[in-house]
């Protein structure tokens, strides 16, 4: 069954601390590949879309890639405000599957 | 105006209640759809309208029914629902729906507890 798998489940940074979350996926004829940002008591917000391996996107402190099987959200010299849950998805027969998510804490 | 407005943010009701979610989106998008967000699960898809037409169904419990009565608004009518109802629901829209490209514009959500 196509499925997304997004690790780790939580990530502790201290504020300045770079790192990135993974976002995995087994889908058939990948038609695009989304990342979301959902705070607390909010819906997600749309951040990037790839659609093809070795495309890569940036913004602010954030950039995503993606290879054939995976994507990655880098995080570079986060902030406090970077805190929140990161999203990804992947279009499965016209509809939205999302992974379960990655939630970001950046400490000051 | 916010793109897309839920209301209420908030709700508690017992089994044997009935109430509705509401949901307009002010994008001039074509497709919405219902959500629902438990914790530590991956949001799962619901319901789908595309122009006003109900296009897939994913296997909801029938004490769940949408309602699309024109492009800008959507409803989830809740009755008899169960405690494992409870979750966040997140209503969304997007441009078109089939195209395999179009992003979510997602509303903040109603949490609901069934009591």
């Known amino acids: 069954e196509d499925q997304v798998t997004q690790s780790p489940e939580a990530l502790r940074l201290q504020e300045g601390e770079s790192s990135s979350l993974n976002c995995s996926y087994t889908?058939?004829?990948?038609?695009?590949l989304f990342w979301y940002r959902q705070d607390p008591g909010k819906g997600p917000e749309f951040l990037f879309t790839l659609y093809s391996a070795g495309e890569e996107k940036e913004k602010e402190r954030l950039k995503a890639t993606l290879t054939k099987k995976e994507s990655f959200l880098h995080i570079t010299a986060p902030k406090p405000e970077d805190s929140a849950t990161y999203l990804c998805a992947v279009i499965d027969n016209n509809d939205m599957r999302f992974g379960a998510g990655t939630r970001l804490t950046v400490k000051p | 105006e916010t793109g897309v407005t839920q209301t209420p943010r908030h709700l508690v009701m017992g089994m044997t209640n009935k109430k509705s979610l509401k949901c307009e989106q002010h994008l001039g998008h074509n497709a919405m759809y219902w959500y629902k967000q438990s914790a530590k699960k991956p949001l799962e898809l619901m319901f789908v309208?595309?122009?006003?037409?109900?296009?897939e169904n994913n296997s909801v419990p029938s004490r769940f029914s949408p309602e699309c009565p024109n492009s800008s608004h959507l409803f989830l009518h809740l009755h008899t629902l169960q405690p494992e109802d409870s979750a966040l629901y997140l209503c969304?829209?997007?441009?078109?729906?089939?195209?395999?490209?179009?992003?979510?514009?997602f509303g903040s959500g109603t949490q609901l507890s069934v009591l």
């Open positions: 889908v058939s004829g990948l038609r695009g």
């Open positions: 309208y595309s122009l006003e037409e109900r296009v």
């Open positions: 969304a829209s997007s441009q078109s729906h089939g195209g395999g490209s179009e992003k979510l514009f």
